[in-house]
């Protein structure tokens, strides 16, 4: 069974950057048919997806979100990471890590545990 | 973006009754490319249905997804002590893929 497991720092400072590594187990991240996709779940618990990426290295990204994010992908270590930029109180959240089924759909049916991140000084 | 309005807020239930939630898409959509999941507290969401009513592995027959155009329902039919949880649709027919915004699944 697929498993996935993020990593980062839990607090920001406002304007940095925040960086987080998704590690992929039980599947190799290279499997055709999937995609690997950041969501963060907000406070308030609303979600909102922030963007994937294939192996390959092509990416997809919320427009919202797209002028601060980069997605990229290590497969030689089995890992995709997230990186946002210029963070402010209103991307406090928990980050999660996803699997995306993209033949014929667009579910996300693994999710990492989720990582809390709060933007604060 | 389209927006989805899941109704009601919370839903107030007792073991063995049936649940009917609701999620209304802003716009119609191609096909029934709304998928549904389960977060419990504490827990990430678990992906549960999809598409016209395809379940995710391992979830039991007692969840069905049905709907067309805007409006589409997740129904539970006998509700056991586990499926007290919130409850999200995503729709998955215009990038970007969005999510409403829940419905609880409360004890009565």
């Known amino acids: 069974q697929v498993q996935l497991q993020e990593s980062g720092p839990g607090l920001v400072k406002p304007s940095q950057t925040l960086s987080l590594t998704c590690s992929v187990s039980g599947g190799y991240i290279t499997t055709g048919g999937y995609y690997w996709s950041w969501i963060r779940q907000y406070p308030g618990k609303g979600l909102e997806w922030i963007g994937h990426?294939?192996?390959?290295?092509?990416?997809f990204y919320n427009p919202s979100l797209e002028s601060r994010v980069t997605i990229s992908v290590d497969t030689s270590q089995n890992q995709f990471s997230l990186n946002l930029t210029s963070m402010t109180a209103a991307d406090t959240a928990i980050y999660y890590c996803?699997?995306?089924?993209?033949?014929?759909?667009?579910?996300?049916?693994?999710w990492g545990q989720g990582t809390p991140v709060t933007v604060s000084s | 973006e389209i927006v989805l309005t899941q109704s009601p807020g919370t839903l107030s239930l007792s073991p063995g009754e049936r649940a009917t939630l609701s999620c209304r898409a802003s716009q119609s959509l191609t096909n029934t490319y709304i998928a549904w999941y389960q977060q419990k507290p504490g827990q990430s969401p678990r992906l549960l249905i999809y598409?016209?009513?395809s379940r995710a592995t391992g979830i039991p027959d007692r969840f069905s997804g049905s709907g067309s155009g805007t409006d589409f329902t997740l129904t539970i039919t006998r509700l056991e002590p586990e499926d007290f949880a919130v409850y999200y649709c995503q729709q998955y027919d215009t990038s970007p893929w969005t999510f409403g915004q829940g419905t609880k699944v409360e004890i009565k």
């Open positions: 598409g016209e009513s």
């Open positions: 996803t699997r995306v089924r993209v033949r014929r759909v667009i579910i996300f049916d693994y």
């Open positions: 990426i294939y192996y390959s290295g092509s990416t």
